[in-house]
Protein backbone atom coordinates (compact mmCIF):
# COMPACT_ATOMS: atom_id res chain seq x y z
CA UNK A 1 0.00 0.00 0.00
CA UNK A 2 0.98 3.42 -0.85
CA UNK A 3 1.60 6.23 1.55
CA UNK A 4 -2.00 6.93 1.33
CA UNK A 5 -4.50 7.22 3.98
CA UNK A 6 -6.90 4.93 2.17
CA UNK A 7 -6.90 2.63 -1.20
CA UNK A 8 -10.19 3.71 -1.85
CA UNK A 9 -12.08 6.45 -1.10
CA UNK A 10 -16.14 6.59 -2.24
CA UNK A 11 -18.06 10.03 -2.02
CA UNK A 12 -21.50 9.61 -1.34
CA UNK A 13 -22.92 6.39 0.28
CA UNK A 14 -26.22 6.19 -2.12
CA UNK A 15 -26.68 3.04 -4.45
CA UNK A 16 -23.56 3.17 -6.61
CA UNK A 17 -21.60 3.72 -3.76
CA UNK A 18 -22.85 1.10 -1.72
CA UNK A 19 -22.68 -1.62 -4.24
CA UNK A 20 -18.90 -0.59 -5.06
CA UNK A 21 -17.89 -1.05 -1.66
CA UNK A 22 -20.47 -4.26 -0.90
CA UNK A 23 -19.30 -6.25 -4.27
CA UNK A 24 -15.33 -5.67 -2.98
CA UNK A 25 -16.40 -7.23 0.04
CA UNK A 26 -18.35 -9.73 -1.75
CA UNK A 27 -14.83 -10.75 -3.69
CA UNK A 28 -13.51 -10.91 -0.33
CA UNK A 29 -10.88 -7.82 -1.08
CA UNK A 30 -8.88 -6.81 1.74
CA UNK A 31 -8.80 -3.06 0.48
CA UNK A 32 -8.78 -0.16 3.09
CA UNK A 33 -12.40 1.71 1.77
CA UNK A 34 -13.84 4.78 3.16
CA UNK A 35 -17.23 6.10 2.34
CA UNK A 36 -17.90 9.94 2.81
CA UNK A 37 -21.75 10.63 2.97
CA UNK A 38 -23.30 14.67 3.54
CA UNK A 39 -26.07 13.03 5.68
CA UNK A 40 -26.84 10.94 8.04
CA UNK A 41 -26.40 7.05 9.16
CA UNK A 42 -29.88 5.21 7.90
CA UNK A 43 -30.36 4.56 12.04
CA UNK A 44 -30.49 8.47 12.40
CA UNK A 45 -32.40 9.56 9.36
CA UNK A 46 -36.22 9.81 10.03
CA UNK A 47 -38.75 12.51 8.09
CA UNK A 48 -40.13 14.60 10.96
CA UNK A 49 -43.64 15.40 8.26
CA UNK A 50 -44.68 11.98 9.91
CA UNK A 51 -45.52 13.58 12.81
CA UNK A 52 -45.81 17.41 11.34
CA UNK A 53 -47.98 16.55 8.60
CA UNK A 54 -45.50 19.65 6.96
CA UNK A 55 -42.07 19.74 5.70
CA UNK A 56 -40.33 21.82 8.49
CA UNK A 57 -37.05 21.86 6.22
CA UNK A 58 -34.54 20.07 7.70
CA UNK A 59 -30.70 21.16 8.08
CA UNK A 60 -28.15 21.09 7.15
CA UNK A 61 -29.79 17.85 4.70
CA UNK A 62 -33.22 17.22 3.84
CA UNK A 63 -32.91 13.52 6.04
CA UNK A 64 -35.29 12.55 2.37
CA UNK A 65 -32.51 13.01 0.00
CA UNK A 66 -29.01 12.91 2.03
CA UNK A 67 -27.52 9.94 4.30
CA UNK A 68 -26.50 6.09 3.83
CA UNK A 69 -28.50 4.77 0.87
CA UNK A 70 -29.69 8.17 -0.51
CA UNK A 71 -32.98 8.75 -1.42
CA UNK A 72 -33.54 5.22 -1.87
CA UNK A 73 -34.38 4.80 1.64
CA UNK A 74 -37.64 6.76 1.45
CA UNK A 75 -38.25 6.21 -2.24
CA UNK A 76 -41.03 3.57 -3.04
CA UNK A 77 -38.16 0.79 -3.79
CA UNK A 78 -39.16 -0.04 -7.34
CA UNK A 79 -35.68 -2.32 -9.18
CA UNK A 80 -35.84 -2.27 -12.99
CA UNK A 81 -35.16 -5.52 -14.27
CA UNK A 82 -34.52 -4.67 -18.08
CA UNK A 83 -31.49 -3.18 -19.73
CA UNK A 84 -34.00 -0.89 -21.64
CA UNK A 85 -34.75 0.89 -18.52
CA UNK A 86 -32.54 3.41 -16.59
CA UNK A 87 -30.27 5.10 -18.23
CA UNK A 88 -27.74 4.73 -20.96
CA UNK A 89 -25.03 2.70 -18.65
CA UNK A 90 -25.89 -0.70 -21.46
CA UNK A 91 -24.65 1.76 -24.34
CA UNK A 92 -21.91 3.09 -22.82
CA UNK A 93 -20.27 -0.60 -22.19
CA UNK A 94 -22.10 -3.59 -23.44
CA UNK A 95 -25.51 -4.57 -23.49
CA UNK A 96 -25.50 -7.92 -22.86
CA UNK A 97 -23.17 -7.56 -20.05
CA UNK A 98 -25.34 -5.11 -17.92
CA UNK A 99 -28.40 -7.85 -18.56
CA UNK A 100 -26.09 -10.11 -16.83
CA UNK A 101 -24.92 -7.93 -13.96
CA UNK A 102 -28.65 -6.87 -13.39
CA UNK A 103 -29.12 -10.48 -12.78
CA UNK A 104 -26.66 -10.65 -10.31
CA UNK A 105 -27.13 -7.79 -8.64
CA UNK A 106 -30.70 -8.53 -8.04
CA UNK A 107 -29.94 -11.67 -6.13
CA UNK A 108 -28.06 -9.59 -3.82
CA UNK A 109 -31.02 -7.26 -3.54
CA UNK A 110 -32.76 -10.56 -2.48
CA UNK A 111 -30.44 -12.15 -0.12
CA UNK A 112 -30.73 -8.93 2.08
CA UNK A 113 -34.88 -9.09 2.04
CA UNK A 114 -36.04 -7.93 -1.67
CA UNK A 115 -39.46 -9.50 -2.25
CA UNK A 116 -39.46 -12.47 -4.54
CA UNK A 117 -42.31 -11.45 -6.38
CA UNK A 118 -41.68 -10.13 -10.45
CA UNK A 119 -44.82 -7.12 -11.35
CA UNK A 120 -45.45 -6.90 -15.13
CA UNK A 121 -44.49 -10.25 -16.27
CA UNK A 122 -48.25 -12.02 -15.85
CA UNK A 123 -51.50 -11.13 -17.48
CA UNK A 124 -49.78 -11.40 -20.80
CA UNK A 125 -53.14 -10.66 -22.62
CA UNK A 126 -53.77 -7.65 -21.13
CA UNK A 127 -50.70 -6.48 -21.54
CA UNK A 128 -50.73 -7.25 -25.41
CA UNK A 129 -54.04 -4.83 -25.32
CA UNK A 130 -52.34 -2.24 -23.11
CA UNK A 131 -49.67 -2.29 -25.90
CA UNK A 132 -52.15 -1.96 -28.71
CA UNK A 133 -53.67 1.09 -27.26
CA UNK A 134 -49.77 2.29 -26.54
CA UNK A 135 -49.68 1.73 -30.12
CA UNK A 136 -52.78 3.89 -31.35
CA UNK A 137 -51.92 6.82 -29.36
CA UNK A 138 -48.63 7.01 -30.56
CA UNK A 139 -47.16 6.03 -27.09
CA UNK A 140 -44.52 3.13 -27.10
CA UNK A 141 -45.12 1.04 -24.29
CA UNK A 142 -41.76 -0.38 -22.74
CA UNK A 143 -41.45 -4.14 -21.14
CA UNK A 144 -39.71 -3.97 -18.08
CA UNK A 145 -40.04 -6.77 -14.95
CA UNK A 146 -40.56 -4.93 -11.62
CA UNK A 147 -39.30 -5.89 -8.32
CA UNK A 148 -40.98 -3.79 -6.12
CA UNK A 149 -39.30 -3.17 -2.32
CA UNK A 150 -41.85 -0.71 -1.17
CA UNK A 151 -40.49 2.42 1.27
CA UNK A 152 -40.92 0.55 4.77
CA UNK A 153 -39.15 -2.43 3.48
CA UNK A 154 -36.48 -0.44 1.31
CA UNK A 155 -35.08 1.34 4.99
CA UNK A 156 -34.76 -2.19 6.70
CA UNK A 157 -33.15 -3.55 3.45
CA UNK A 158 -30.76 -0.65 3.22
CA UNK A 159 -30.10 -1.07 7.16
CA UNK A 160 -28.94 -4.65 6.90
CA UNK A 161 -26.16 -3.70 3.97
CA UNK A 162 -25.20 -0.81 6.24
CA UNK A 163 -24.40 -2.98 9.02
CA UNK A 164 -22.31 -5.28 6.67
CA UNK A 165 -20.33 -2.75 5.76
CA UNK A 166 -19.78 -1.67 9.33
CA UNK A 167 -19.06 -5.01 10.57
CA UNK A 168 -16.57 -6.31 7.64
CA UNK A 169 -14.41 -2.91 8.24
CA UNK A 170 -15.66 -0.42 5.92
CA UNK A 171 -15.22 2.99 7.28
CA UNK A 172 -18.13 5.24 6.62
CA UNK A 173 -17.85 8.90 7.57
CA UNK A 174 -21.05 10.46 8.00
CA UNK A 175 -22.00 14.30 8.18
CA UNK A 176 -19.20 14.79 5.46
CA UNK A 177 -19.69 16.95 2.93
CA UNK A 178 -16.47 16.64 -0.04
CA UNK A 179 -16.27 20.10 -0.77
CA UNK A 180 -13.14 19.90 -2.94
CA UNK A 181 -10.90 17.07 -4.70
CA UNK A 182 -6.47 17.22 -4.47
CA UNK A 183 -5.60 17.32 -7.71
CA UNK A 184 -2.15 17.65 -8.94
CA UNK A 185 -0.19 17.07 -12.63
CA UNK A 186 -3.98 15.93 -13.73
CA UNK A 187 -3.99 13.06 -11.21
CA UNK A 188 -6.61 13.09 -8.10
CA UNK A 189 -4.70 11.91 -5.31
CA UNK A 190 -7.54 12.89 -2.54
CA UNK A 191 -10.54 14.62 -1.02
CA UNK A 192 -11.15 18.01 1.23
CA UNK A 193 -14.16 16.86 2.99
CA UNK A 194 -16.13 19.64 5.48
CA UNK A 195 -18.04 17.42 8.66
CA UNK A 196 -20.95 19.52 8.71
CA UNK A 197 -21.78 19.49 12.46
CA UNK A 198 -18.98 21.59 13.38
CA UNK A 199 -17.81 23.03 10.04
CA UNK A 200 -14.03 21.77 10.12
CA UNK A 201 -12.24 20.53 7.14
CA UNK A 202 -10.13 17.64 6.80
CA UNK A 203 -7.87 16.23 3.79
CA UNK A 204 -7.55 12.64 2.93
CA UNK A 205 -6.07 10.72 0.21
CA UNK A 206 -6.27 7.50 -1.52
CA UNK A 207 -5.22 5.72 -4.61
CA UNK A 208 -8.50 5.78 -6.02
CA UNK A 209 -11.23 8.76 -5.48
CA UNK A 210 -14.56 7.03 -6.59
CA UNK A 211 -17.83 10.25 -7.58
CA UNK A 212 -20.29 8.61 -6.45
CA UNK A 213 -22.65 11.54 -5.23
CA UNK A 214 -26.44 11.21 -6.55
CA UNK A 215 -28.79 13.99 -8.23
CA UNK A 216 -28.26 15.75 -5.17
CA UNK A 217 -24.59 16.30 -5.08
CA UNK A 218 -25.01 16.83 -9.23
CA UNK A 219 -24.64 20.72 -9.43
CA UNK A 220 -21.50 20.45 -6.77
CA UNK A 221 -19.84 17.84 -8.94
CA UNK A 222 -20.43 19.91 -11.98
CA UNK A 223 -18.68 23.30 -10.60
CA UNK A 224 -15.50 20.64 -9.78
CA UNK A 225 -15.51 19.88 -13.65
CA UNK A 226 -15.28 23.50 -14.91
CA UNK A 227 -12.56 23.85 -11.80
CA UNK A 228 -10.68 20.80 -12.75
CA UNK A 229 -11.59 20.38 -16.05
CA UNK A 230 -12.45 17.16 -16.14
CA UNK A 231 -14.02 16.40 -19.19
CA UNK A 232 -18.13 16.95 -19.70
CA UNK A 233 -21.06 17.92 -22.09
CA UNK A 234 -24.54 19.03 -21.35
CA UNK A 235 -27.13 16.23 -21.17
CA UNK A 236 -30.58 16.08 -21.02
CA UNK A 237 -33.22 18.27 -18.79
CA UNK A 238 -36.04 16.57 -17.52
CA UNK A 239 -38.79 18.90 -16.22
CA UNK A 240 -41.76 17.29 -15.48
CA UNK A 241 -44.83 17.09 -13.44
CA UNK A 242 -46.08 14.71 -10.63
CA UNK A 243 -49.44 13.34 -12.00
CA UNK A 244 -51.89 11.76 -9.49
CA UNK A 245 -55.71 10.22 -10.09
CA UNK A 246 -57.56 7.69 -8.30
CA UNK A 247 -56.84 3.68 -8.38
CA UNK A 248 -59.73 3.20 -10.09
CA UNK A 249 -58.48 4.64 -13.39
CA UNK A 250 -55.39 3.03 -12.97
CA UNK A 251 -56.54 -0.52 -12.01
CA UNK A 252 -56.20 -1.99 -14.96
CA UNK A 253 -52.35 -0.84 -15.67
CA UNK A 254 -51.71 -1.58 -11.62
CA UNK A 255 -53.00 -4.91 -11.69
CA UNK A 256 -51.07 -5.43 -15.40
CA UNK A 257 -47.74 -4.11 -15.10
CA UNK A 258 -47.83 -2.19 -11.63
CA UNK A 259 -45.51 0.33 -13.55
CA UNK A 260 -46.50 1.39 -17.04
CA UNK A 261 -42.92 2.66 -18.85
CA UNK A 262 -44.58 4.93 -21.86
CA UNK A 263 -42.48 6.66 -24.15
CA UNK A 264 -43.68 9.24 -26.35
CA UNK A 265 -42.27 11.87 -28.83
CA UNK A 266 -45.07 14.75 -28.62
CA UNK A 267 -46.35 17.00 -31.27
CA UNK A 268 -45.70 19.53 -31.81
CA UNK A 269 -42.20 19.84 -31.14
CA UNK A 270 -41.26 15.76 -31.19
CA UNK A 271 -39.39 15.96 -27.97
CA UNK A 272 -39.23 12.89 -25.91
CA UNK A 273 -41.80 12.49 -22.72
CA UNK A 274 -42.04 9.59 -20.52
CA UNK A 275 -43.47 8.09 -17.55
CA UNK A 276 -41.18 7.50 -14.61
CA UNK A 277 -42.16 5.73 -10.70
CA UNK A 278 -45.68 4.88 -10.80
CA UNK A 279 -46.49 4.61 -7.51
CA UNK A 280 -50.15 1.72 -7.16
CA UNK A 281 -51.77 3.01 -3.91
CA UNK A 282 -49.14 5.17 -3.44
CA UNK A 283 -47.94 9.27 -1.52
CA UNK A 284 -46.88 12.22 -3.49
CA UNK A 285 -43.45 13.50 -0.94
CA UNK A 286 -41.58 16.42 -1.27
CA UNK A 287 -37.77 16.29 -1.48
CA UNK A 288 -35.50 19.21 -0.22
CA UNK A 289 -31.91 20.01 -2.24
CA UNK A 290 -29.00 21.23 -0.88
CA UNK A 291 -29.92 24.78 -2.36
CA UNK A 292 -33.13 25.18 -0.61
CA UNK A 293 -35.27 23.86 -3.77
CA UNK A 294 -38.43 21.88 -2.87
CA UNK A 295 -38.86 18.93 -5.75
CA UNK A 296 -41.71 16.48 -5.93
CA UNK A 297 -41.84 13.11 -6.11
CA UNK A 298 -43.44 9.86 -5.22
CA UNK A 299 -43.76 6.75 -3.19
CA UNK A 300 -45.64 3.64 -2.47
CA UNK A 301 -45.37 1.24 0.81
CA UNK A 302 -45.68 -2.21 0.90
CA UNK A 303 -48.60 -2.58 3.21
CA UNK A 304 -49.75 1.07 3.81
CA UNK A 305 -51.57 1.99 0.60
CA UNK A 306 -53.53 5.54 -0.27
CA UNK A 307 -56.87 5.78 -2.25
CA UNK A 308 -54.72 7.08 -5.43
CA UNK A 309 -51.76 6.24 -7.93
CA UNK A 310 -49.32 8.71 -8.73
CA UNK A 311 -46.42 8.39 -11.62
CA UNK A 312 -43.82 11.46 -13.22
CA UNK A 313 -44.39 12.54 -16.54
CA UNK A 314 -40.99 14.28 -17.91
CA UNK A 315 -39.95 16.23 -20.97
CA UNK A 316 -36.49 16.03 -21.95
CA UNK A 317 -34.93 18.40 -23.72
CA UNK A 318 -31.53 19.16 -25.21
CA UNK A 319 -29.15 21.85 -25.65
CA UNK A 320 -26.87 22.93 -27.66
CA UNK A 321 -23.95 25.87 -27.99
CA UNK A 322 -24.06 28.18 -26.55
CA UNK A 323 -25.69 27.39 -23.33
CA UNK A 324 -23.76 24.27 -21.35
CA UNK A 325 -25.49 24.97 -17.90
CA UNK A 326 -28.56 22.25 -18.10
CA UNK A 327 -28.43 21.74 -14.51
CA UNK A 328 -28.75 25.44 -13.73
CA UNK A 329 -31.68 26.09 -16.23
CA UNK A 330 -33.56 22.94 -14.58
CA UNK A 331 -33.11 24.78 -11.19
CA UNK A 332 -34.54 28.03 -12.42
CA UNK A 333 -37.29 26.23 -13.57
CA UNK A 334 -37.56 24.69 -9.95
CA UNK A 335 -37.25 28.27 -8.14
CA UNK A 336 -40.05 29.73 -10.19
CA UNK A 337 -42.36 26.96 -9.26
CA UNK A 338 -41.04 27.01 -5.46
CA UNK A 339 -41.54 30.93 -5.72
CA UNK A 340 -45.30 30.80 -6.69
CA UNK A 341 -45.83 28.05 -3.93
CA UNK A 342 -43.94 29.89 -1.52
CA UNK A 343 -42.10 27.09 -0.90
CA UNK A 344 -43.83 24.14 -1.15
CA UNK A 345 -45.12 21.82 -3.90
CA UNK A 346 -47.32 23.43 -6.36
CA UNK A 347 -50.46 21.48 -7.45
CA UNK A 348 -52.98 21.95 -9.81
CA UNK A 349 -56.58 20.47 -12.19
CA UNK A 350 -55.72 19.20 -15.60
CA UNK A 351 -58.94 20.36 -16.31
CA UNK A 352 -58.11 24.27 -14.80
CA UNK A 353 -55.07 24.21 -17.02
CA UNK A 354 -57.14 23.60 -19.96
CA UNK A 355 -59.36 26.16 -18.73
CA UNK A 356 -56.35 28.46 -18.42
CA UNK A 357 -57.09 29.53 -14.75
CA UNK A 358 -55.40 28.55 -11.38
CA UNK A 359 -56.46 25.72 -8.76
CA UNK A 360 -57.85 27.09 -5.94
CA UNK A 361 -57.96 25.47 -2.35
CA UNK A 362 -61.90 25.17 -1.69
CA UNK A 363 -61.74 23.56 -5.53
CA UNK A 364 -59.46 20.76 -4.28
CA UNK A 365 -61.43 19.63 -1.15
CA UNK A 366 -64.43 19.15 -3.28
CA UNK A 367 -62.73 16.73 -6.11
CA UNK A 368 -63.01 12.96 -5.98
CA UNK A 369 -58.79 13.12 -5.25
CA UNK A 370 -57.90 14.00 -2.07
CA UNK A 371 -54.61 15.10 -2.38
CA UNK A 372 -52.07 13.12 -0.72
CA UNK A 373 -49.55 15.43 -0.56
CA UNK A 374 -51.60 17.81 1.84
CA UNK A 375 -49.46 20.92 2.41
CA UNK A 376 -48.95 21.05 -1.72
CA UNK A 377 -50.42 24.67 -2.57
CA UNK A 378 -52.91 25.22 -4.88
CA UNK A 379 -51.99 27.65 -7.59
CA UNK A 380 -50.87 27.54 -11.53
CA UNK A 381 -47.84 25.66 -12.60
CA UNK A 382 -48.37 27.19 -16.36
CA UNK A 383 -46.59 30.11 -14.75
CA UNK A 384 -43.75 28.30 -13.91
CA UNK A 385 -42.88 25.59 -16.39
CA UNK A 386 -41.41 27.30 -19.24
CA UNK A 387 -44.39 26.41 -22.54
CA UNK A 388 -42.74 23.75 -24.38
CA UNK A 389 -42.62 21.45 -21.67
CA UNK A 390 -45.86 22.37 -20.12
CA UNK A 391 -47.31 21.79 -23.85
CA UNK A 392 -45.71 18.13 -24.58
CA UNK A 393 -46.69 16.95 -20.86
CA UNK A 394 -50.46 18.79 -21.68
CA UNK A 395 -49.57 16.81 -25.22
CA UNK A 396 -49.29 13.22 -23.25
CA UNK A 397 -51.20 13.26 -20.65
CA UNK A 398 -54.07 13.28 -23.94
CA UNK A 399 -52.31 10.73 -25.62
CA UNK A 400 -52.56 8.87 -22.10
CA UNK A 401 -56.50 8.99 -21.79
CA UNK A 402 -56.51 6.82 -24.91
CA UNK A 403 -54.98 3.85 -23.11
CA UNK A 404 -55.91 5.00 -19.58
CA UNK A 405 -59.74 6.23 -20.16
CA UNK A 406 -59.99 8.94 -17.86
CA UNK A 407 -56.46 10.01 -17.21
CA UNK A 408 -57.42 13.02 -18.40
CA UNK A 409 -59.91 14.31 -16.46
CA UNK A 410 -60.64 17.33 -15.16
CA UNK A 411 -59.63 16.37 -11.40
CA UNK A 412 -56.45 14.74 -12.13
CA UNK A 413 -53.83 16.46 -10.13
CA UNK A 414 -50.66 17.97 -11.49
CA UNK A 415 -47.94 18.69 -8.86
CA UNK A 416 -44.72 21.15 -9.92
CA UNK A 417 -41.83 20.85 -9.92
CA UNK A 418 -40.59 17.25 -11.00
CA UNK A 419 -37.10 17.51 -11.93
CA UNK A 420 -34.85 15.23 -12.30
CA UNK A 421 -30.69 16.48 -11.54
CA UNK A 422 -28.66 14.33 -13.96
CA UNK A 423 -28.07 16.52 -16.95
CA UNK A 424 -24.36 16.64 -16.55
CA UNK A 425 -22.99 14.35 -18.93
CA UNK A 426 -19.20 13.33 -17.73
CA UNK A 427 -17.32 11.56 -19.94
CA UNK A 428 -15.84 8.58 -18.78
CA UNK A 429 -13.91 5.39 -20.45
CA UNK A 430 -15.10 2.01 -20.19
CA UNK A 431 -13.82 1.82 -16.46
CA UNK A 432 -16.00 4.82 -15.60
CA UNK A 433 -12.30 7.05 -14.60
CA UNK A 434 -12.37 10.55 -15.82
CA UNK A 435 -9.47 12.57 -17.82
CA UNK A 436 -8.18 12.99 -14.39
CA UNK A 437 -6.11 9.66 -13.30
CA UNK A 438 -7.80 7.85 -10.66
CA UNK A 439 -10.80 9.74 -10.63
CA UNK A 440 -14.18 7.70 -11.54
CA UNK A 441 -17.52 8.92 -11.42
CA UNK A 442 -20.58 6.78 -10.67
CA UNK A 443 -24.32 6.66 -11.17
CA UNK A 444 -27.17 9.51 -11.46
CA UNK A 445 -24.31 12.12 -10.63
CA UNK A 446 -22.56 11.56 -13.61
CA UNK A 447 -25.42 11.30 -15.81
CA UNK A 448 -25.34 7.73 -17.17
CA UNK A 449 -27.85 6.03 -15.11
CA UNK A 450 -31.16 6.77 -13.72
CA UNK A 451 -32.88 4.89 -10.87
CA UNK A 452 -31.94 2.14 -7.99
CA UNK A 453 -31.17 -0.86 -10.07
CA UNK A 454 -28.36 0.63 -12.75
CA UNK A 455 -26.96 2.90 -10.05
CA UNK A 456 -26.49 -0.16 -8.22
CA UNK A 457 -25.16 -1.99 -11.20
CA UNK A 458 -22.90 0.64 -11.86
CA UNK A 459 -21.08 0.01 -8.33
CA UNK A 460 -20.71 -3.82 -9.06
CA UNK A 461 -18.88 -3.24 -12.23
CA UNK A 462 -16.70 -0.48 -10.83
CA UNK A 463 -15.44 -2.84 -8.07
CA UNK A 464 -14.49 -5.63 -10.37
CA UNK A 465 -12.50 -3.11 -12.46
CA UNK A 466 -10.64 -1.85 -9.91
CA UNK A 467 -10.54 -5.77 -8.43
CA UNK A 468 -9.32 -5.95 -12.37
CA UNK A 469 -6.74 -3.10 -12.10
CA UNK A 470 -5.62 -4.14 -8.94
CA UNK A 471 -4.70 -8.14 -10.20
CA UNK A 472 -2.85 -6.55 -13.27
Known sequence: ???????????????????????????????????????????????P?????????????????????????FSDGKLSLSPEVGGNLPYHIDYEKVKSIIDYTDKIYLKYGADTKIEGIDNLDLIKDIRKRAIFAGLKLVDCPIRHIGTEKARELYLKIEDTLLSNGIELFFNHLCDD????????????????LNNTKSQYTANTIVM????????????????????????????????????????????????????GYIPPFNDKVRTFCQNPGGFVSQENYDDGL????????????????????????????????????????AEMANMLGDGKI???????????????????????????????VAGDITSAIPFRPMLNIVNFIKAMDHIVPGFAGNETLLYAPEIKFYSNRIDVDKSFMTNIKNLYVLGDSGGLTRGLMMASVMGVIMADNLLARISI
Open 346 to 376: LVQRYGDIIQGKRTWSHELIRSNITPTLSDA
Open 49 to 73: KIHTNKCVNCKPFCNITAGFSGAGA
Open 212 to 263: ATGRNGAGRLSNMCKNYNITHHAGTVDIGVRVEVRNEIMEEINNALYESKLI
Open 1 to 47: MSNTDYDIIVVGAGPSGIFTALELLIKKSKLKIAIFEQGKSLKQRHC
Open 181 to 196: LLVTNNECKGIIVRNV
Open 294 to 333: AIVNGHSYKDHKSDNTNLAILSSHNFKDPFDRPIDYARKV
